[in-house]
């Protein structure tokens, strides 16, 4: 099984809700204590794809990079709790939110503009504390022997109402859940995200994660399922077309449901080896590193627009996302508050 972390975890909500309280600054942890050639990469990323890149970085440069893998929320709150005692040097997300909360925090360091001036400005921290790695868009998963492409609906805001009571499936504690709520409110407003989550939890079967959402719509126990876009590629990558009953379906007219989200990474203040660490954004945003990203079975887009994305991939073009500038999408507070509030934890 492909799997996107270390380790089956959903997302601590009420962990990163207490993040507000707890400020950041706690010490709790060791220092790092590496080698002078050797960096800790907390890694909230996909492993297989992480440790593709560190592989290539480790024979380019003779830099060891030590990777710790889990969901990047839960990551982003150890930072948090460690405060400037983390052995982390290097921190990589799959979500912006988890990034600026850090970066709220003061927690990352300011990056040099070789590396931020390799990729778009739009898709990386607009105070150059951490830089876009990869894009994905969330779409609707669905089974048309259970709906017609015709019946799907043309906002993911339309999956509150009640006709829908039975037929979705949703993984409202996956870390990738939170900036599909943050870009509702901050396109809607907080009511109306909290109305629509209270639809949601009305009518939806609940499930881990959204590898659990994805197969759940291919074997028929749900007609759509709201997912990140390459779920449901690996889905087809494991089983095979033939055996996939399954299609993708992305929201038209760059609705919320949608929403292009920004993948990054960034050094952390704490580091005490910042030169070392900086090498590593720099490789994993070169053309070979975004390269190895795209060429691989990940199916995220690449940050760079010089790097041609997987060609099984729908062209970003052709899908037209909604795109949110990455302060307006939050830290994920506000969300996770709502996911919790609602009683979708």
């Not at 990352?108 to 790695?133: C, E, K, R």
């Not at 043309?154 to 599909?180: E, H, I, N, R």
């Not at 881990?208 to 889905?235: C, F, K, M, P």
């Not at 992305?250 to 704490?270: C, K």
Request: aromatic residues 6%.
């Amino acid at each position: 099984m492909h799997t996107r972390r270390g380790r089956s975890t959903r997302i601590r909500v009420a962990a990163l809700v207490a993040a507000i309280a707890a400020g950041g600054f706690g010490l709790a942890g060791c220092s790092g204590g590496n080698g002078s050639n050797t960096i800790v990469l907390y890694n909230g990323q996909h492993p297989q794809l992480t440790q593709a890149l560190v592989t290539a970085f480790e024979a380019k440069t003779g830099i060891t990079v030590r990777v710790r893998t889990d969901d990047g929320i839960v990551l982003a709150d150890q930072i948090l709790q460690e405060g400037a005692s983390s052995p982390a040097d290097v921190y990589l997300a799959e979500n912006s939110p988890e990034l600026m909360l850090l970066q709220e925090r003061h927690f990352l360091s300011p990056l040099p503009t070789t590396v931020l001036d390799q990729v778009p400005a739009a898709d990386s921290s607009p105070d150059g504390d951490w830089v876009g790695v990869a894009l994905r868009v969330c779409a609707l998963v669905y089974n048309p022997s259970m709906i017609s492409a015709s019946q799907l609906p043309t906002s993911v805001l339309d999956l509150a109402q009640p006709q829908w009571k039975g037929k979705l499936a949703l993984a409202p504690t996956d870390s990738d859940f939170p900036p599909q709520v943050g870009a509702v409110i901050a396109t809607y407003g907080k009511q109306a995200a909290q109305n629509w989550l209270q639809g949601l939890k009305a009518n939806a079967s609940l499930y881990q994660d959204e590898e659990s959402t994805v197969a759940a719509v291919d074997h028929g126990h749900a007609a759509v399922g709201i997912i990140n876009q390459y779920y449901w590629y690996r889905l087809r990558l494991e089983q095979g077309a033939a055996n996939t009953h399954s299609k993708l379906y992305f929201f038209p007219n760059r609705d919320v449901g949608a929403i292009e989200n920004v993948g990054g990474a960034a050094v952390l203040a704490s580091s005490h080896h910042k030169s070392e660490a900086q090498q590593f954004l720099s490789f994993i945003v070169s053309t070979q590193g975004q390269q190895i990203l795209s060429q691989g079975d990940d199916y995220e887009y690449p940050v760079r627009p010089d790097v041609a994305a997987n060609p099984e991939l729908v062209p970003l073009a052709q899908v037209n996302p909604a795109v949110l500038n990455v302060v307006s999408l939050g830290d994920d507070l506000q969300s996770a508050a709502l996911i919790q509030q609602v009683g979708l934890t």
